[in-house]
């Protein structure tokens, strides 16, 4: 896919987020943020909050090791989906009340629909495997 497919801003996350993956306690901090926004602001996510939490949940197994079976670069586009949705100041201010979120949701979309092959194996895994939550 070319660059010209993907959502405004999405390369600068995509970058940010290969830097992350060398650091486990940067990684850690941006999934952190990310759980404690959609939590603060799961009344402006319901088109995507469900979707959101699926990324989370695949970065925690990844970070704690529970489940490693993701190419690198569906890692790359999950952890770039959480930075992109952690900056509030990204293609659409996320204080712009209505419209705030609607870029985030398109770029949690467009990386369901990169992943949407590992993601089923995740969440096949996922219900078969009790894991802190």
């Known amino acids: 896919m070319s ?3 993907q959502p405004k ?3 600068k996350a995509k970058r940010k987020a290969e830097e992350l993956l060398n650091n486990g306690t940067k990684l850690k901090t941006v999934l952190d943020k990310g759980i404690k926004k959609a939590k603060d602001e799961n009344n402006a996510l319901s088109g995507f909050f469900d979707d ?3 990324l ?3 970065l925690k197994a990844y970070i704690t090791g529970h489940y490693k079976d993701f190419s690198v670069s569906t890692l790359v586009y999950v952890v770039a989906g959480i930075v992109y949705f952690v900056n509030p100041f990204d293609v659409l201010p996320d204080f712009i009340v209505g419209l705030g979120f609607i870029d985030d949701a398109t770029v949690i979309a467009f990386v369901i629909k990169k ?19």
Do not use: C, P, V
Request: aromatic share 12%; net charge negative.
């Open 115 to 133: 992943i949407q092959t590992e993601l089923t194996s995740f969440t096949l895994w996922e219900a078969n495997n009790t894991i802190e939550k």
């Open 9 to 11: 801003g999405f390369d």
């Open 52 to 54: 959101l939490q699926k």
């Open 56 to 58: 989370f949940r695949m």
């Open 3 to 5: 660059n010209k497919d």
